[in-house]
């Protein structure tokens, strides 16, 4: 099971809304300001992730919880939404290629391959998206700071 820390954004009848922080390895590299790599990911990296997860727990907002997905799960998604559309283009391409067609229509229908395999992957993810991936295993105890003034 992978972990992670999220924090409760609104409690629900049925669940909570939960919110996590994207945490990107090129953060921790001294040259991330100079790659070309640690400057893309800052860019298209989405900061936090927003998401629903049916819970019967009563919980607050802002309180932290440890979720898990595991890792069947995980890769099963990443296989789906990564090389379904990767084979659909190289199937259709290889297709069109066999039949002596224009480049152009073998780019073209490569393109559109590709496109299907996405909404493909899509319509998978969101009849997936009924079956609950992500589990709260813990809630966090809150941990308080007082300030002590010590006198002589």
Not at 128 to 136: G, L, P, S, Y
């Amino acid at each position: 099971m992978l972990e992670e820390i999220a924090t409760v954004m609104k409690s629900q009848a049925d669940g909570v809304w939960l919110k996590t922080q994207s945490v990107s390895s090129c953060n921790a590299c001294q040259a991330n300001n100079d790659c070309g790599t640690g400057v893309v990911a800052k860019a298209l990296t989405p900061r936090e992730n927003l998401f629903f997860v049916k819970s019967q727990l009563q919980l607050l907002e802002g309180q932290k919880v440890k979720i898990a997905v595991s890792e069947q799960q995980l890769l099963s998604a990443a296989a789906l939404l990564y090389l379904l559309p990767l084979c659909c283009l190289i199937a259709v391409a290889a297709f069109l290629s066999r039949l002596q067609l224009a480049e152009t229509t073998v780019v073209l229908g490569s393109l559109a391959a590709l496109l299907a395999g996405f909404v493909i992957a899509r319509l998978f993810t969101g009849s997936a998206t009924e079956q609950q991936h992500v589990e709260i295993i813990a809630v966090l105890p809150e941990l308080a700071v007082q300030h002590v003034r010590l006198t002589d």
